[in-house]
């Protein structure tokens, strides 16, 4: 066996200090998502080049990261964030946002303890897929300056610029173009709705802005200028409660029908969690069933006691929610629980 040479020796030494390290920040692209990072944590994200844009890539984490619980600060910025050949971003979504019950799993790298009585803003939740929009408008000493995507906008989901998903953003944002123009660099986010996609709560199709992030530095705007923005260009918002405590958000999340809220401290404006309604939680298990796995799912041990009522009214029509497709076995599951 041949001794290591001096080169594997650096090379391990420094993947060992990467792995046992937290992500450093790069102060100047405003990121965790360093030349290092890139270089070294490979086996924990994707990077897709786009077809139409070869110089640009979408970066996700890697499934196992979910499964696994293993985010950190750089992979939580990985939810469909575009970078150019020279690592520099180009879009800039929403970082990943933690259930609630992630946050206060006892494994949680991201805990978080919510007195009752503190105070909270609420965003419902609309049911579609994510759908970036920003016009890209590179200053000259940019590396990227006069590329193919310069002076255009990028129409993006979670994992593509090419999908089928980004051609339907596209029908749906392309008549908010000269909005996106009077906010270079700047993503617009949008939950689009849409009857070629269907999801578990029906809502109304259309797009619904939900944010707007500055590219450069990742400033998001509050909700209030949201709110402003969308009125003065006849966008849709989705409803928030202000100034609620957790404790009456928490009761009024189990008589909602719809899939939740994304939740913000009420002083501060930071993003906390996403906050799933029983109703959207319960429709989503057992409406995406099957025969196979239909019994499992019927244990009274996998949901609360307060739904057993739905559990006993499956299992007495057991034959004929079986022979529906899942649209209709939501429809029958969401019929029942407004009878609870």
Do not use: W
């Not at 992030?213 to 209030?224: C, D, I, L, M, Y």
Request: proline residues 4%; glycine residues 4%; contains cysteine.
């Amino acid at each position: 066996m041949q001794p290591m040479s001096p080169e594997q020796h650096a090379k391990i030494q420094e993947m060992t200090q990467f792995k046992n390290r937290a992500p450093q920040y790069d102060a100047t692209r405003h990121t965790y998502i360093t030349e290092d990072y890139l270089r070294l944590g490979k086996r924990d994200f994707s990077i897709k080049p786009s077809k139409k844009y070869p110089q640009l890539s979408v970066l996700k984490y890697a499934r196992s990261v979910f499964y696994e619980n293993r985010f950190d600060n750089a992979l939580l910025e990985m939810r469909g964030i575009v970078l150019d050949q020279h690592n520099q971003i180009i879009i800039r979504p929403f970082n990943k946002v933690f259930n609630y019950s992630e946050r206060i799993a006892a494994n949680s790298r991201y805990p978080i303890r919510i007195a009752d009585n503190h105070r909270l803003n609420a965003v419902v939740k609309v049911n579609g897929f994510l759908g970036c929009c920003t016009f890209v408008r590179l200053p000259e000493n940019h590396p990227s300056h006069g590329a193919a995507f310069d002076n255009r906008t990028l129409y993006s989901t979670t994992g593509s610029l090419d999908s089928d998903f980004a051609r339907l953003l596209q029908t749906h944002c392309a008549r908010y173009e000269a909005l996106f123009q009077a906010y270079p660099n700047h993503t617009f986010m949008f939950e689009i709705t849409d009857p070629g996609d269907v999801h578990i709560i029906r809502e109304t199709f259309g797009e619904t802005l939900i944010g707007i992030r500055n590219v450069a530095t990742g400033e998001q705007f509050t909700e209030s200028r949201l709110d402003q923005i969308a009125q003065e260009h006849g966008i849709a918002r989705p409803q928030t409660l202000t100034d609620i405590t957790f404790g009456e958000l928490k009761a009024l999340l189990k008589t909602v029908e719809h899939e939740g809220f994304m939740v913000f401290d009420a002083d501060t404006g930071e993003m906390l969690f996403k906050l799933k309604s029983p109703y959207y939680l319960i429709s989503k298990f057992l409406g995406r069933s099957n025969e196979g796995n239909l019994g499992r799912k019927l244990d009274k041990r996998h949901v609360d006691e307060e739904y057993y009522p739905l559990i006993d009214h499956i299992r007495e029509n057991q034959a004929a929610f079986n022979a529906m497709n899942e649209l209709e076995k939501i429809a029958f599951i969401q019929a029942f629980l407004r009878e609870l």
